[in-house]
């Protein structure tokens, strides 16, 4: 049920992105009219693309959104019961680069607690482990 209610919801928000994208050509379109000079059509030009890139920066605020949503709504499911918003804590757990320092950040192997991806349980600036079998070099 979660999935279709996230599949609306992102069809709603890029409609609403397509229409503030075609607000931001019609506005332009009324800047550009009385604009005489080069300089001031590309001024409208570019902010209608900013505008344009402020509606997609929205609808991808958006579907973040619906995305934790629908995470919120299956963890509480499950859980049985439901979890306010995610807070940021700090944490003095190990990680990757510290060596052997105390720091406040995401510990390995954990959810990151903004974005909600998880972040990896090998080195990040390493190899993943690999099969066993050794490369020769000729």
């Not at 019609?26 to 402020?54: F, N, Q, Y």
């Not at 990757?96 to 090998?122: F, I, R």
């Amino acid at each position: 049920m979660q999935s279709a209610e996230k599949k609306l919801k992102n069809v709603a928000s890029s409609t609403k992105e397509q229409v503030n994208k075609a607000k931001a050509k019609l506005e332009e379109k009324v800047e550009k009219a009385p604009a005489r000079t080069p300089e001031e059509k590309e001024m409208a030009h570019e902010r209608r693309k900013a505008r344009e890139a402020e509606a997609k920066m929205e609808l991808h605020q958006a579907k973040v959104k619906h995305a934790a949503e629908k995470l919120a709504a299956k963890h509480s499911t499950l859980a049985g019961h439901v979890h306010g918003p995610a807070t940021h804590h700090t944490t003095t757990q190990p990680v990757v680069g510290a060596l052997g320092h105390q720091t406040e950040h995401q510990p390995v192997g954990t959810a990151d607690t903004v974005t909600g991806t998880t972040v990896p349980t090998y080195p990040l600036g390493g190899h993943r482990p690999h099969s066993g079998h050794t490369h020769k070099h000729m």
